[in-house]
């Protein structure tokens, strides 16, 4: 149960987006700038950090919402559970193996990264763009994660819902929203 009155038929941010727009709408635009505008790091890529940041911190519905945005544009559920149980062995590519060592390292505290960390990514390629947007996309999420599991929101267990979600992000984005009530126009 929410620690506080939320939409009792909004998941998860939403039902906290629904609670306060004004705070939403730049909430929004950041994921949709960092996830789903164009850039050098794939929108799949730049997904999997989303997903493995919020499974660090243990937010059942970041993870699988981002999760399925990811399997969406990669075409498969398989990747991202790999990448959630040991990305080391996961069938991506070096630099984003890279990449998520520091957005684990993000996770774990912004101090805790590493120059050997920044220069292994780099020796695989990684720009700095794509560094700056790993550090931020991991650092938002650890947000958004403590925002969606602190106000306790309502985390439903469907899978067809979280697919439903992963479609409408990968193809549409984040400013407008995934999940909306039965009363909405």
Same mark, same amino acid.
């Given at each position: 149960?929410?620690?506080?009155?939320?939409?009792?038929?909004?998941?998860?941010?939403?039902?906290?987006?629904?609670?306060?727009?004004?705070?939403?709408?730049?909430?929004?635009?950041?994921?949709?700038?960092?996830?789903?505008?164009?850039?050098?790091?794939?929108?799949?890529?730049?997904?999997?950090?989303?997903?493995?940041?919020?499974?660090?911190?243990?937010?059942?519905?970041?993870? @699988? *919402?981002?999760?399925? $945005?990811? +399997?969406?544009?990669? #075409?498969? &559920? !398989?990747?991202?559970?790999?990448?959630?149980?040991?990305?080391?062995?996961?069938?991506?590519?070096?630099?984003?193996?890279?990449?998520?060592?520091?957005?684990?390292?993000?996770?774990?505290?912004?101090?805790?990264? @590493? *120059?050997?960390?920044? $220069?292994? +990514?780099?020796?695989? #390629?990684? &720009? !700095?763009?794509?560094?700056?947007?790993?550090?931020?996309?991991?650092?938002?999420?650890?947000?958004?994660?403590?925002?969606?599991?602190?106000?306790?929101?309502?985390?439903?267990?469907?899978?067809?819902?979280?697919?439903?979600?992963?479609?409408?992000?990968?193809?549409?984005?984040?400013?407008?929203?995934?999940?909306?009530?039965?009363?909405?126009?």
């Amino acid at each position: 149960m929410p620690h506080i009155k939320l939409s009792d038929e909004l998941p998860g941010i939403s039902a906290a987006f629904a609670f306060r727009p004004e705070t939403a709408k730049p909430m929004r635009e950041l994921a949709h700038i960092l996830l789903h505008e164009p850039n050098s790091l794939a929108p799949g890529e730049r997904e999997l950090v989303a997903t493995y940041v919020s499974s660090l911190n243990d937010c059942y519905f970041c993870q @699988t *919402s981002h999760g399925a $945005a990811a +399997a969406c544009h990669l #075409g498969s &559920t !398989d990747t991202v559970k790999q990448v959630h149980a040991d990305f080391e062995k996961a069938p991506i590519s070096e630099k984003l193996k890279r990449l998520l060592v520091i957005a684990g390292q993000v996770q774990r505290g912004g101090k805790n990264v @590493t *120059s050997s960390a920044v $220069a292994d +990514a780099r020796n695989e #390629g990684a &720009t !700095d763009m794509e560094i700056h947007d790993t550090v931020l996309i991991a650092a938002a999420f650890c947000m958004y994660n403590r925002y969606v599991d602190g106000l306790a929101t309502w985390q439903p267990r469907e899978e067809s819902m979280y697919a439903q979600m992963g479609e409408h992000l990968a193809h549409e984005g984040y400013k407008t929203p995934s999940i909306k009530p039965t009363n909405a126009e």
